[in-house]
């Protein structure tokens, strides 16, 4: 019989950890937001308030059930907290060595009927699950950043992931009024190889002078934006005509990039240290306040998508 799951601890405590600690408490969930070092969790605090001064402002919550929601996350930086856990995720740095170092430990601090997770964007299941005690309980929970508010997860089945795991991933992401998807265990998942094709895409177009990177920006948001938060691409060419597409497919193909490695603006970023919202400047500048305006503008636009179609019948 599968473990009712009561307290879920979560492993990071940065800005994908912090949101889904968040949003298990939204539902009544007893979260651990677990991290090394205490000013991560520190700033996890502030994190979530501004994640929930904006749903206030909105009207999407109240400030009574936004203070129960955040006494119901406990901050931890004991790891040995994790075997009071009756389910987990794991949200730490992206390099298997620090995963398997983590999991090596954490999987034999807690019961043997827990499940584990990862949140892993791209990293291989199978691949993590070579060190995790138990290995057919662990499985992919790949959320999408802001998890409190994009309702997609990825359920990702490692090759020693049992199916019974992964119906128990898939139910819990339903208890949080997310849209769970099956997906192979295989580099990028899903998600992750449409939005880095697309990714790629947009450099090419900036590097080759095609676009400006604001012009880029509008073409997604003003365009194909509202296109894919309605339909997704194989209903989009139904819509627009297979044979439209094929014909276009058959000329641009070849002259879309191909690119193997980073290249352009983003690579030029990175090795800047421009990293984004996160350090004050990336594509754009978030210096002086404008961070928090960024972060706050965005959530407060997904809400608004999320509204008109949640709920909606599929």
Avoid at 301 to 307: A, E, L, P, R
């Amino acid at each position: 019989m599968a473990r009712t799951i009561h307290t879920i601890a979560i492993a990071g405590s940065g800005t994908m950890g912090s949101s889904m600690a968040e949003t298990f408490a939204k539902f009544g969930y007893e979260v651990i937001l677990y991290d090394i070092v205490e000013a991560a969790l520190n700033k996890a605090r502030d994190l979530i308030a501004l994640h929930e001064q904006t749903a206030c402002q909105d009207g999407l919550s109240t400030p009574e059930q936004s203070q129960a929601l955040m006494s119901r996350i406990r901050y931890t930086t004991d790891v040995e907290t994790f075997g009071q856990a009756d389910f987990v995720v794991e949200a730490i740095v992206e390099k298997l060595e620090i995963k398997h170092s983590f999991w090596q430990q954490v999987s034999r601090l807690v019961e043997d009927d827990v499940v584990l997770t990862s949140n892993t964007s791209g990293l291989s299941i199978t691949e993590i699950a070579q060190v995790i005690h138990l290995p057919e309980r662990f499985g992919g929970m790949h959320w999408i950043n802001p998890p409190h508010i994009i309702p997609l997860i990825e359920v990702i089945r490692g090759e020693q992931t049992s199916q019974e795991t992964a119906n128990i991933i898939y139910d819990l992401c339903l208890q949080v009024e997310k849209k769970p998807v099956h997906v192979k265990d295989a580099p990028g998942f899903c998600l992750n190889r449409i939005q880095l094709a697309i990714l790629r895409e947009c450099l090419h177009i900036a590097e080759a002078g095609i676009a400006s990177p604001e012009d880029i920006d509008k073409v997604m948001k003003y365009a194909l934006g509202v296109r894919y938060a309605c339909l997704g691409p194989m209903e989009v060419c139904d819509h627009g005509g297979l044979d439209i597409f094929y014909n276009i497919a058959s000329y641009l193909f070849a002259d879309l990039s191909d690119a193997k490695e980073p290249f352009g603006l983003l690579k030029e970023a990175v090795e800047n240290g421009h990293y984004g919202v996160k350090n004050g400047r990336g594509f754009y500048d978030y210096s002086d306040g404008k961070d928090a305006e960024a972060i706050q503008y965005r959530d407060r636009m997904y809400n608004k998508v999320s509204q008109c179609l949640f709920g909606q019948e599929d």
